[in-house]
C-alpha cells in the first residue's frame, strides 16, 4: 500500500553569518502508515524472524529544532532536535517510531582543509514494539557517540578511520535486531 500524507507547517528560519537556526511545528496525517512488527515461525525446528507490516491511520504532531553554529572558522556544530506524537486509530503504539531524537555533530578542519575531526551524537527514546506473546515491549533508548578523523594526502587520495558506538550501545532498533556495538571503520578514499 501506498501511505498517503498530508502535512501542514509553520516556522521560523534564519541566518545570522555565524549562525543558522531553523524551527518548524506541523501536524500531519498519514493514511496507510508502513508499522512495521517483528514476526516469528518456525522452519525445520529452527525459528526465524521476519517483519510483517500493520498498516494504520495517524496523526501526528511535531516540533523540529535545528542549529548550525560556526564560532570560529575551521569548527562548525551542528544539532537537530525531533519531538513527535503519534494518535492512531486502530494500533495501540506506534511500532517502531521513536517519539524524540536528537542528531548533534561537530567538524574541526585543520592544516589548511588537508585534515578533519569529527564527533557525533545519536540519541533517541524507547521504541515501541509486539514481542512473541503479543504484548507491548519497548527496546532501550539509543545514546551513540562517535568520533572520526580523515587526511587527504594528496588532492586524490585520503585516509580516515572512525571510531563508532564508543559506548557500546546494543539497542535493538528494530526488536530482536540490535544495532552494531563499538566499531571501527577505515580505509583510504581516492577521488577521479
Known amino acids: 500500500r501506498n501511505t498517503v500524507w498530508r502535512e501542514y507547517y509553520g516556522g521560523v528560519k534564519g541566518n545570522l553569518g555565524w549562525l543558522e537556526y531553523q524551527g518548524r511545528a506541523g501536524y500531519g496525517k498519514a493514511g496507510d502508515l508502513a508499522l512495521y512488527q517483528a ?3 518456525s522452519i525445520g525446528g529452527k525459528e526465524i ?3 510483517g507490516t500493520v498498516f494504520d491511520t495517524v496523526e501526528v504532531f511535531g516540533l523540529t529544532g535545528t542549529i548550525k553554529l560556526r564560532p570560529i572558522k575551521e569548527l562548525a556544530v551542528m544539532g ?17 517510531l521513536p517519539s524524540l531524537e536528537f542528531n548533534g555533530s561537530a567538524v574541526y578542519t585543520l592544516l589548511d582543509g588537508k585534515a578533519s575531526l569529527k564527533g557525533e551524537l545519536h ?10 506473546e503479543n504484548m507491548s515491549v519497548f527496546t532501550g533508548g539509543l545514546f551513540d557517540l562517535s568520533f572520526g578523523g580523515s587526511y587527504r ?6 585516509i580516515f578511520l572512525d571510531v563508532n558506538n564508543v559506548l557500546d550501545n546494543k539497542r535493538e532498533r528494530w526488536l530482536d535486531y540490535p544495532i552494531f556495538g563499538f566499531n571501527l571503520l577505515g580505509g583510504i578514499t581516492a577521488r577521479f
Not at 594526502?153 to 585520503?158: A, C, F, L, M, V
Open 153 to 158: 594526502i594528496t588532492d586524490n587520495i585520503g
Open 123 to 132: 540519541v533517541a527514546d524507547d521504541i515501541a514494539f509486539r514481542d512473541r
Open 80 to 96: 537537530t532536535l525531533s519531538y513527535n506524537t503519534f494518535d492512531l486509530v486502530n494500533e495501540n503504539e506506534a511500532w517502531g
Open 49 to 51: 524472524t521476519r517483519f
Open 39 to 41: 514476526l516469528y515461525d
